[in-house]
């Protein structure tokens, strides 16, 4: 699974990679031809001055080609090669021309690119480019062509093309490598979420096995014996009862946990009444502290409101005072201590509990993390209540933390 994604995402990458650099490259290039012949053009019409300055002055000059012949390349720089003129009437007649400067063959063709302009013509494997001026001498209308070599030019552009399509073949095979890198990059935390949500549903299932095998290794028990009465029965309906309830439980955090994951539950805050919420869930668990022989105090500045989701401020509460009374002792206390911290406000729930040990304290926020695992099972514990404590307060932007001292006590300090 994830070495397909991997091979996607590398493929995406360097495809990506590749088509930009293909794209940049071809605009360079573009901008390269396009910028040398505008300058080469510009050039040829600098060097034909002096002889366009003639002809408006109503000289012909006869002859009005200067340099080698067309067909000779030059060693010379691009720019710099000799500039062949020629002057033609409107009917395409040539008024002035160099016989040894262009065969008849070539003076042909050049005569068939008149009503053309800035074009690249060949002959005999040699480039040149091709300018038709319209100049008026004596009133006549003639046509003045601008013949210049551009090999030199050409080379210089092929040498680039060249280099362009060496770099995007090396930056093709360097982009593959890259987009692995990236993609290896790219999925370290998909990778580690994605062990965490196996782990999760291995631990899950594992923790779903135990009470599902109890309560059908007790209503085989059942059938086996039809004709029991309901009450001679009671205690195995019971525990089968107490066995659902506690996989309901179950069910019930891990839905909560898994929707956190995917941001499926939006906290929604508001102004809530802190020492109210704080007095409800307290009073709500008197009985559980008097049948258990704990005594159970708040200390809360009053008034003091903050921005809180005040479902999930109940459900944070509910689980610090569950683990305060679970792991505690007969005659042991809980006392609970709210005040304003900032905006927000910090409560922290304290027990003279069983405390846990300073090994375990890092692990306590840890999924399916238990301490003392006899106690907890027996309790109905299944290691969930901190993790979700933590998503809650994680929800809110606060804060939670915890110090114990084994045999003494514990502390929870949560920052709202
Ligand atoms: N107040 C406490 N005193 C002593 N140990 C605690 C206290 N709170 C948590 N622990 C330890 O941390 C572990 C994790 O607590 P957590 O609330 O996440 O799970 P649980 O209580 O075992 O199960 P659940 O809350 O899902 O019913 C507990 O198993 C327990 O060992
Ligand atoms: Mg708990």
Redesign the pocket.
């Known amino acids: 699974m994830i070495a397909r994604i991997r091979f996607k995402f590398t493929l995406l990458t360097s495809v990506l990679i590749f088509v930009v650099l293909l794209i940049l490259g071809s605009i360079l290039y573009g901008f390269m031809l396009n910028k040398s012949y505008k300058d080469f053009d510009k050039n040829m019409t600098a060097q034909a001055r002096p002889m366009t300055r003639a002809l408006e002055a109503g000289r012909i000059p006869k002859k009005l080609i200067r340099g080698d012949t067309l067909s000779t390349q030059t060693s010379q720089g691009a720019m710099r090669a000799p500039l062949a003129m020629f002057l033609w009437n409107k009917k395409g007649h040539l008024i002035s021309k160099q016989p040894l400067f262009a065969s008849s063959n070539q003076v042909e063709v050049l005569k068939s690119h008149l009503n053309d302009n800035h074009l690249t013509i060949s002959f005999d494997g040699h480039y040149y480019r091709v300018i038709n001026a319209a100049v008026i001498v004596n009133k006549r209308h003639l046509i003045l062509q601008l013949v210049r070599n551009e090999d030199q030019l050409r080379s210089t552009l092929h040498n680039l093309l060249f280099l362009l399509i060496l770099g995007t073949v090396i930056a093709a095979a360097l982009s593959v490598f890259i987009g692995f890198m990236l993609a290896d990059r790219a999925l370290i935390p998909i990778r580690k979420s994605w062990d965490r949500q196996t782990q999760f549903v291995a631990d899950a299932s594992h923790e779903l096995r135990t009470p599902l095998m109890a309560i059908q290794a007790r209503a085989e028990m059942l059938l086996h014996n039809p004709d029991k009465t309901i009450d001679e029965e009671s205690e195995k309906i019971g525990s089968i009862y107490q066995e659902a309830k506690r996989v309901s439980r179950l069910v019930d ?1 891990l839905l909560t946990l898994s929707r956190g994951d995917s941001n499926a539950i939006q906290i929604e805050k508001h102004q809530v009444s802190v020492p109210e919420v704080l007095d409800k869930t307290i009073d709500n668990f008197v009985p559980l502290c008097k049948s258990e022989d704990i005594g159970i105090s708040l200390e809360c500045h009053r008034p003091l409101t903050a921005e809180l989701d005040d479902e999930r401020f109940r459900q944070l509460l509910y ?1 610090l005072l ?3 009374v ?2 505690n002792r007969p005659g042991g206390k809980i006392h609970v201590v709210c005040n304003r911290r900032g905006k927000g406000i910090e409560v922290t729930v304290e ?1 003279t ?4 040990d300073e090994a ?1 304290i890092p692990n ?1 926020f840890h999924r399916f ?4 695992k006899a106690r ?1 099972r027996k309790t ?8 979700i404590a933590k998503w809650i307060v994680d929800a809110h932007g606060g804060d939670i933390s915890l110090t ?1 001292t084994p045999d003494k006590g ?1 502390t ?1 300090t949560v920052v709202l």
Do not use: E, H, P
């Open positions: 955090n689980i569950d683990n305060a679970k792991y027990d509990g069983i405390g846990i375990d306590v993390y238990r301490a003392d907890s109905g514990g299944s290691g969930l209540g901190l993790s114990s514990t929870v």
